[in-house]
Antibody, heavy 118, light 113 residues
Framework: EVQLVESGGGLVQPGGSLRLSCAAS????????MSWVRQAPGKGLEWVAN????????YYVDSVKGRFTISRDNAKNSLYLQMNSLRAEDTAVYYC???????????WGQGTLVTVSS | DVVMTQSPLSLPVTLGQPASISCRSS???????????LNWFQQRPGQSPRRLIY???NRDSGVPDRFSGSGSGTDFTLKISRVEAEDVGVYYC??????????FGQGTRLEIK
């Protein structure tokens, strides 16, 4: 059974940093692109970033470029999102998803809440 | 960036009646390989998103056949033939043709009338 479990969310002050993790199991992690998608409270879905199987390609939405870094450790079956210079507008539930690229995420985690507030 | 526009944003439906959600893209979603990467997601209250349909009309495993997708170019539709109580939630279209960025519609909230 495919499982994606996010962790690392919490309350952080504006300008602060947070690192999200996503532990994957039930599939060959190194064979899939992976994505982060976020959802602000009461709002819709916003794609944040994705990463190729070997980590050689990474893409970001403009609003997080230069502040967020997506990475992965295939030996640990884990996906990460390093978030720096956080802003109030980054407040959201962050989901990791197994990415079928053009087809979107076919499996999603339960999400982890990030709150940026003083 | 490709803008995805859904309508209606709110959809009250009587149990057992059909429902239809429209999704329009700001440019054609036909990719150079001939495929059209328009996908639909369902998000039930308090749950993570779940993909229902990929490449316009292909249902994911386990998705009831009362869900169907159609369309081409820039105009797409998700139809539910007979709405059931478990269908309550928000539905999103998503384009994967012109990325980055991958973009979603605003969402359509389906509720039981």
């Amino acid at each position: 059974e495919v499982q994606l479990v996010e962790s690392g969310g919490g309350l952080v002050q504006p300008g602060g940093s947070l690192r999200l993790s996503c532990a994957a199991s039930g599939f060959t992690f190194s064979s899939y692109w992976m994505s982060w998608v976020r959802q602000a409270p009461g709002k819709g879905l916003e794609w944040v970033a994705n990463i190729k199987q070997d980590g050689s390609e990474k893409y970001y939405v403009d609003s997080v470029k230069g502040r967020f870094t997506i990475s992965r450790d295939n030996a640990k079956n884990s996906l990460y999102l390093q978030m720096n210079s956080l802003r109030a507008e980054d407040t959201a539930v962050y989901y990791c998803a197994r990415d079928q690229l053009y087809l979107g995420g076919d499996y999603w985690g339960q999400g982890t809440l990030v709150t940026v507030s003083s | 960036d490709v803008v995805m526009t859904q309508s209606p944003l709110s959809l009250p439906v009587t149990l057992g009646q059909p429902a239809s959600i429209s999704c329009r893209s700001s440019q054609s979603l036909v990719y150079s390989d001939g495929n059209t990467y328009l996908n639909w997601f369902q998000q039930r209250p308090g749950q993570s998103p779940r993909r229902l349909i990929y490449k316009v009309s292909n249902r994911d495993s386990g998705v009831p056949d009362r869900f169907s997708g159609s369309g081409s170019g820039t105009d797409f539709t998700l139809k539910i033939s007979r709405v059931e109580a478990e269908d309550v939630g928000v539905y999103y279209c998503m384009q994967g043709t012109h990325w980055p960025p991958i973009t979603f519609g605003q969402g359509t909230r389906l509720e039981i009338k």
